[in-house]
């Protein structure tokens, strides 16, 4: 009878730690999704409004002369890729060793978002989009939200066994 009650406990943990990895990751992608619909929504106003278009311009030279400048968007970049290379090398040892399933794919959803982050920035200027420079703030936002994310999963769900997912 005792076993009974200690595999029912080990269920009940499960479900807590699953029910858990849904809600953080739920809430990483509301967030994510807001800021880039502000954003797009942004862009659209631009193009007809004229107070936004306006305050885009503004900003735009503002944030071209101050955070993105030539020198500091290569640092980005190569910030991307060293980052986008311990993604990938962390999937891969994920997959390789068989660990958390949750884990490998949050891995391999921040790898993803990291390159398409990253072929963004270097093959989108100002000129083809009017909130460029917004664009690129967000992305580096959602960047972030993933490695998070992944850094909460890493150091929540540890233990192999704790998700099925």
């Not at 809430?27 to 936004?52: N, R, S």
Request: proline share 1%.
């Amino acid at each position: 009878m005792n076993n009974y009650f200690h595999i029912l406990e080990r269920m009940v943990n499960t479900m807590k730690k699953n029910l858990a990895s849904i809600v953080i990751n739920t809430m990483f992608w509301l967030i994510q999704m807001a800021i880039l619909g502000g954003v797009i929504i942004l862009e659209d106003l631009a193009g007809k409004k004229m107070g936004v278009l306006r305050h885009v311009i503004r900003r735009e030279n503002i944030y071209a002369s101050t955070y993105f400048t030539p020198g500091l968007m290569r640092i980005y970049i190569g910030i991307l890729v060293v980052l986008g290379i311990f993604s990938l090398l962390l999937s891969v040892y994920s997959i390789d060793k068989r660990k958390n399933k949750v884990i490998k794919r949050w891995s391999i959803t921040t790898a993803v978002v990291n390159l398409g982050a990253l072929i963004y920035i270097v093959y989108m200027n100002s000129q083809d989009l009017k909130a460029y420079h917004y664009f690129l703030i967000v992305t580096f936002a959602i960047v972030g939200i993933h490695y998070i994310r992944l850094l909460i999963g890493i150091t929540t769900l540890k233990n192999p066994s704790s998700c099925s997912k």
